[in-house]
């Protein structure tokens, strides 16, 4: 029996590939199977399935599908007997009693950390743990299926997939084996084009096998398409490998530096020593004169192959230290510019559109491991959006709070009632007090380590006493934002936390 996730939902056995059901049962038997061995409750069960827009009356219906599941596991039985996976309910919830060994996202997930292990084997054999672990995928995990739980599984298991590149590469890189990097790692940048670690480890590939050219000229590419795309910089990392291939010379090729390895290191020889003697000539009558001594360098004599060496490396190093921090900065001030731009009086205007662009870009910033860079953004947008609400609520307002309920979700917010009302308070700031909230939240960087409910925040903050409902930024007090938000923690999952900054990831 084999379940497959990476890619769209299979469920083989025996050879035969089982019907999995609708899209809808699909999620059912995913939410069971990520989670296989671990109690799942009914109320998560449906929150996975059907999100903020559950039917009047789901139990019934998930019953329904967790009865077709427990048919097609059925069908997986051993020819002797017994069923190799069963669902079970327990107190905490349903299980599926499944062998992670069978899941091939539970495979991928133990041979990453194997192949991730130094202390275990040598580089040879974490290159192929780390291979076989990538050769499990067979395109986006859970493929076809949709909401927000979906979304969010797809997003980890990616950037899991990205970190395991990173460390076969690497491992690649220590056996001096850049042509497997690049070989196989242009396939996975067009899938990920704003992962910046991906392009460094193309880049130091091509670097190491002596494609130095090739290698600034994607690293322009890259700069190009970050700017074009998010309007931001490359990250240090990807700048400073971009100095190395600048100014350090290629290491010999992979076989030269095995050879290397293995001989040791070369005996020292005088400067002066003679060359090897050749090899034997027939006699001559005529003796050949002795060969003449090593001309020493006049006095005052200069190399000029080393004076333009020397003179190339210095320029390289200036532009490594002056352009380059300069584009990036200007990359990063333009960014900031088209959000505040002087269009006919002198005085600041902004766009909702420039705003939708912001959050994107601290989006695609997250999925790209820049954390921090994503935080900055966050706070560029949320400023806009906020000067968006005082130049028109009623026309700025509704077409951010989609983007806006985004931003909260990565910063670990949920929310308790549908979508629709959702939205439809978050694009009313003159009645409700849910923007403010929210930008308080988003400017503070908050990240929680459980999911902590909007509406609840909310209701929290308005039934503090002598408490104004706030409906700007500058009405929302901190103390007592943190106090509500302490107090949902509290009442919504029993985690009795007693500070505020036990809520957030470190």
Known sequence: MDFRLLGEIEVRSAGRLLDVGTPRQQVVLAALVVDAR???????????????????????????????????????????GGTAAR??????????????????LHRFRRLVEQGGDRQRDD???RAATLAEALALWRGEPLAGLSGEWAAQVRASWHQRRLDAVVRWAQAEFRLGRPTAVISAVPDLTAEYPLAEPLECVLIQALHAAGRGAEALDRYGVVRRRLAEELGVGPGKELQTLYQTVLIEDPPPPGEARAALRAAGPAPLRPRTAAP??????????????PPEPPREPPPGHVDRQRVRTAHRRAL???????????????????????????????????????????????????????????????????RLW?????????????????????????AGVDFSVSRPALL???????????????????????????PVFLDAVVWNYEHTPETPSPRTLADVHPDILKAAVLENTRTRHGTRPTEFDQLLKP
């Open 276 to 289: 090897p003697p050749a090899a034997p000539r027939p006699v001559s009558t005529v003796t050949p004169p």
């Open 123 to 125: 580089d040879e054999a």
């Open 316 to 382: 390289l190093a200036v532009l490594v230290a002056v352009v380059l921090p300069a584009a990036t900065v200007s990359a990063h001030v333009l960014r900031r510019n088209e959000c505040h731009r002087d269009e006919s009086d002198g005085r600041p205007t902004a766009s909702v559109d420039r705003a939708r662009k912001l959050f994107a870009a601290a989006e695609a910033l997250d999925r790209a491991g820049r954390a921090g860079d994503a935080r900055a953004t966050v706070v560029d947008a949320v």
């Open 87 to 104: 669902i079970e309910r327990r107190h905490a919830g349903y299980v599926l009693d499944i062998d992670p060994e069978l899941v091939d």
């Open 386 to 410: 906020e000067e968006l609400i005082g130049l028109d609520p009623d026309r700025n307002a509704p077409p951010l709070a989609p983007a806006v309920l985004r931003a909260l979700d990565r």
């Open 38 to 80: 671990r109690p799942i409750p009914i109320e998560a069960l449906i929150d996975r399935v059907w999100g903020h827009n559950p039917p009047a009356n789901p139990r019934p219906v998930l019953y329904a599908h967790l009865s077709r599941i427990r048919g097609l596991l059925r069908q997986t039985a051993a020819p002797g």
């Open 424 to 450: 439809g308070w978050l694009g009313n700031p003159l009645h409700t007090p849910y923007p403010a909230i929210s930008q308080a939240i988003l400017l503070r960087g908050w990240r929680f380590t459980a």
